[in-house]
């Protein structure tokens, strides 16, 4: 049974994978968009309907879009926001543009693909809008704060979009995982090698320190799950009746949700820089 189409950014691996497989058995049409036009034909030798779209070049957002409205008779019943990456490095060893390439994926990208989406889904009168955001789009932890702005920022135009959309058949949900099985943190390795240079900053001992996480074999923290605790939550805001606004993943999500509205500011901040 077809149950709609859905359009996932970031399918390459990991969480992406995951829901894209997962949706597609479920009966959806999935189009599986990844950066890398090298990743296509790999995901088309697993079944999948693969096309590329790179977040930080809107022309490739147009394209995209494009074609899957040609592919789908110009209509399209989901978006699930995905493709994105994490920056590591001190809020003062981060350049301007280091930071302008995190919004550009991580921000700029989905809200850019969203507004391409919404004409479509106002003129079918339904539509779901899926984040894939983060425990970390409502807590800060050190040195991450390039990916801490970027999920803070998709929170707030999430909830604001969802109050306009209000009456108009179209529901806006976020995922809000924890820690989650995947290439994250090598992903992140390089981004930080590529943009950091620890010996010229006062935050060398802690970079020590950090790198042994980013480089730690199997899970890095307590609590990891694996992607499928995402494509969990993803089934139930594409196809509730009533989506929640807000899907928390993992333990630590739900921990952290609790602390940050009974603990006073000064004792979340000296519980979370032991983290």
């Given at each position: ?35 890398n ?9 697993q ?12 022309a ?11 592919r ?10 995905n ?11 981060l ?5 302008r ?39 800060a ?9 970027s999920?803070?920022a998709?929170?707030?135009?999430a909830?604001?979009l969802?109050?306009?959309?209000r009456?108009?058949g179209i ?43 980013l ?13 499928e ?10 196809e509730?009746p009533?989506?929640?606004?807000r ?18 500011v000064?004792?979340?901040?000296r519980?979370?820089?032991?983290i």
């Amino acid at each position: 049974m077809h149950k709609g189409s859905i359009l996932i950014t970031g399918c390459s691996s990991g969480i992406g994978l995951c829901v894209a497989h997962g949706l597609r058995q479920r009966g959806y049409r999935v189009f599986a968009t990844v950066r890398n036009p090298a990743d296509v034909e790999a995901l088309a030798q697993q079944g999948l309907e693969s096309l590329p779209l790179d977040l930080a070049n809107p022309a490739s957002i147009t394209g995209a879009v494009n074609t899957v409205l040609s592919r789908s008779d110009g209509r399209l019943d989901a978006v699930f926001h995905n493709g994105a990456y994490g920056q590591s490095g001190a809020v003062e060893d981060l350049s301007r543009a280091t930071l302008r390439e995190q919004f550009e994926t991580n921000v700029f990208g989905w809200h850019e693909l969203t507004n391409c989406l919404l004409p479509v889904m106002r003129e079918q009168g339904h539509g779901r809008i899926i984040y894939n955001s983060s425990v970390l789009g409502f807590v800060a932890l050190r040195y991450r704060g390039a990916y801490n702005a970027s999920k803070y920022a998709i929170e707030g135009l999430a909830d604001t979009l969802r109050l306009e959309l209000r009456g108009t058949g179209i529901h806006v949900s976020l995922i809000e995982p924890g820690p989650i099985t995947s290439l994250f943190r090598v992903n992140a390795l390089a981004a930080y090698q590529r943009n950091i240079d620890p010996a010229q900053s006062v935050h060398r001992e802690a970079y020590e320190h950090m790198e042994q996480r980013l480089t730690k074999e199997g899970p890095a923290v307590p609590f990891t799950l694996p992607p499928e605790a995402v494509l969990k939550r993803v089934i139930h805001a594409l196809e509730s009746p009533r989506p929640k606004a807000r899907y928390p993943v993992t333990f630590p999500t739900y921990l952290f949700a609790t602390l940050k509205r009974i603990l006073p500011v000064r004792l979340l901040d000296r519980m979370l820089h032991g983290i």
